[in-house]
């Protein structure tokens, strides 16, 4: 097997041993083990695993993660979202592209593959804002390194979804990407020629800090680059209940460690 085939193989169960809640039960385990003979040092080992525990459920968590470890950028203003449809309508050049965030690949509501809600999120924000700028939207998202049950692009189910849901097109579809990397180079390159200059990108808060520097690295000064994140929070670290376990928090933890150890390994 080659190295791509090796990693397409190994690369969910390294995720799930380096996420949540993996790393700090085995941190509470070795903890234990350590109490018999260690008493003092297996006290602050299984101490240490049960609050890191508590806190990867919480939306405190998440949120400190989101502007410490990733550093997610602001959402965009209305003055910036109103100067920027006053330079499409006058210059043109501003585009508009929905990065993909998964597909299930059987809903039995709908017989058939579908969005996940994380995609959908970002493609109506994409269509809201590609209506309130007047300019053309996209969308990249082929079939994941992960999705190895998916068997149709995430771009034919977007375009599907946004002309029978919203009424709207996608001018662009790049549907070979696999990851944030592959989205950057396959939809850039449809982009560029298409005489797009400004382009506003959309994914979700957390992911944003990777997407940009992928992006960055394959535009150069060609085309510019402006963060359109959604799924921010306003304030998720001041209220006590910020700092009590919940599903929402866990999630939002699980996926502030995945989008780090993505842009560690460059994906």
């Given at each position: ?9 190994l ?10 809640p993996v ?7 070795v903890g234990?083990?350590l109490?018999r003979?260690?008493?003092?040092l297996?006290?602050?080992v299984?101490?240490?695993g049960?609050?890191g ?8 968590a998440?949120q400190w993660?989101s502007h410490?470890?990733?550093r997610?950028p602001?959402a965009l203003?209305t003055e910036t979202i ?9 210059e043109g050049?501003i585009?508009?592209?929905?990065l993909?965030?998964g597909?299930?690949p059987y809903?039995p ?5 579908t969005?996940r809600p ?8 994409g ?5 309130r700028?007047?300019a053309p939207l996209?969308f990249?998202g082929g079939?994941?390194w992960?999705a190895?049950?998916?068997r149709?692009?995430e771009a ?8 029978e ?6 001018r ?7 990851d944030?990397?592959e989205?950057a180079?396959?939809?850039?390159a449809l982009l560029?020629?298409d005489g ?8 979700h808060?957390?992911?944003l800090?990777?997407a940009l520097?992928?992006f ?5 000064n060609?085309v510019?680059i402006?963060?359109?994140p959604?799924g921010?929070?306003?304030d998720?670290?001041s ?5 009590c376990?919940?599903s929402?928090?866990f999630?939002?933890v699980r996926?502030?460690?995945?989008e ?5 390994a460059?994906r």
């Amino acid at each position: 097997m080659n190295p791509a085939g090796l990693l397409y193989e190994l690369k969910p169960y390294m995720l799930l041993l380096l996420q949540p809640p993996v790393p700090l039960l085995a941190l509470i385990m070795v903890g234990a083990g350590l109490l018999r003979q260690h008493r003092a040092l297996g006290r602050t080992v299984l101490l240490a695993g049960l609050i890191g525990l508590w806190l990867c459920c919480t939306e405190g968590a998440a949120q400190w993660l989101s502007h410490q470890l990733l550093r997610v950028p602001p959402a965009l203003s209305t003055e910036t979202i109103e100067q920027l449809r006053e330079e499409a309508q006058r210059e043109g050049g501003i585009a508009v592209l929905v990065l993909g965030g998964g597909a299930n690949p059987y809903s039995p509501e709908y017989d058939g593959a579908t969005l996940r809600p994380l995609t959908l999120e970002r493609l109506r924000y994409g269509v809201w804002l590609s209506r309130r700028l007047g300019a053309p939207l996209g969308f990249s998202g082929g079939i994941g390194w992960n999705a190895r049950h998916l068997r149709v692009s995430e771009a034919s189910l977007a375009r599907r979804t946004v002309e029978e849901e919203y009424g709207a097109r996608l001018r662009w579809a790049e549907d070979r990407s696999r990851d944030t990397r592959e989205n950057a180079a396959l939809s850039l390159a449809l982009l560029k020629a298409d005489g797009v200059r400004r382009l506003l990108l959309v994914s979700h808060d957390m992911h944003l800090p990777r997407a940009l520097q992928a992006f960055g690295e394959v535009a150069g000064n060609e085309v510019e680059i402006i963060a359109a994140p959604v799924g921010l929070r306003r304030d998720a670290m001041s209220e006590l209940a910020d700092w009590c376990p919940s599903s929402d928090g866990f999630s939002r933890v699980r996926y502030a460690i995945y989008e780090w150890l993505g842009r560690l390994a460059g994906r």
